[in-house]
C-alpha cells in the first residue's frame, strides 16, 4: 500500500536553505517516477520538479530552475527535493507525489496516482 510522508518544511528567512524529504512506507516509489508540487494559499496546485525513477532525467519549473534540486534515493524509497535562495513567493504547501510510469516529464496533477499529505513552507521576506 502506498503511503507518501514529506517532511522537512518551517519557517525560513528569504535567501535560506531547507530540504524537504517524502517517503513511501508501502515501499513503492522506487519503481516508479516522482515528483513535488506546491500550492499557496488561494491558488492552484503547481508543479515543481520531478524526476525519472532511474534518476537519469530532471525536470524542474522555470520559477526554481537553478535553485532547486529533486533527487531520490531507491533504496531508501524516498525522495529530496533541495531548496537554495529561497524566495517569499515560494510559500505554500509542498507534496511529494508517485507518478504512474517510470518516466519523468509529468507536469499535471492527474499524471499522478499518489500523493501525500503536504508540509507547511513558509518563507519570510
Known amino acids: 500500500q502506498v503511503q507518501l510522508t514529506e517532511s522537512g518544511g518551517g519557517l525560513v528567512q528569504a535567501g535560506d536553505s531547507m530540504r524537504l524529504s517524502c517517503v513511501d512506507s508501502?515501499?513503492?516509489?522506487?519503481?516508479?517516477?516522482a515528483g513535488w508540487f506546491r500550492q499557496a494559499p488561494g491558488k492552484e496546485r503547481e508543479f515543481v520538479a520531478d524526476v525519472s525513477r532511474s534518476d537519469v532525467a530532471r525536470n524542474y519549473a522555470d520559477s526554481v530552475k537553478g535553485r532547486f534540486i529533486i533527487s531520490r534515493d531507491n533504496a531508501k524509497n524516498e525522495i529530496y527535493l533541495e531548496m537554495n535562495s529561497l524566495k517569499p513567493e515560494d510559500t505554500g504547501i509542498y507534496y511529494c507525489?508517485?507518478?504512474?510510469?517510470?518516466?519523468?516529464?509529468?507536469?499535471?496533477?492527474?499524471?499522478?496516482?499518489?500523493w501525500g499529505q503536504g508540509t507547511q513552507v513558509t518563507v519570510s521576506s
Open positions: 507525489a508517485r507518478g504512474r510510469t517510470i518516466h519523468s516529464g509529468h507536469r499535471y496533477a492527474y499524471e499522478y496516482g499518489y
Open positions: 508501502g515501499r513503492t516509489l522506487s519503481g516508479y517516477s
